[in-house]
């Protein structure tokens, strides 16, 4: 089993997290951004005022939609 899977994100977000890791001391973006998901999964929970209303699902499953990936 291997210890890694890829995540595939949009180049445009790709592009727009670049210029933001560089002088931070994260060695890349792909560093940047398992830093940033250990960070919210380390909670291990999502709260109330976290969940997402249905207008908002309706709006990310739109977009997500016309991206391709629905």
């Known amino acids: ?3 890694r899977v890829t995540i595939k ?3 445009e977000l790709y ?3 670049q210029p933001m890791v560089e002088g931070t001391g994260f060695s890349s973006v792909t560093e940047f ?3 940033v998901m250990r960070t919210l999964a380390s909670t291990g929970r999502i709260d ?3 969940k997402l209303t249905e207008d ?3 709006i990310i499953k739109e977009r997500l939609k016309r991206l391709g990936y629905l």
Do not use: G, Q
Request: glycine share 0%.
């Open 1 to 3: 089993m291997k210890d």
């Open 9 to 11: 994100i949009p180049r």
């Open 15 to 17: 592009e727009t997290l």
């Open 33 to 35: 951004i398992v830093f």
């Open 48 to 50: 109330e005022e976290d």
């Open 56 to 58: 908002e699902v309706k």
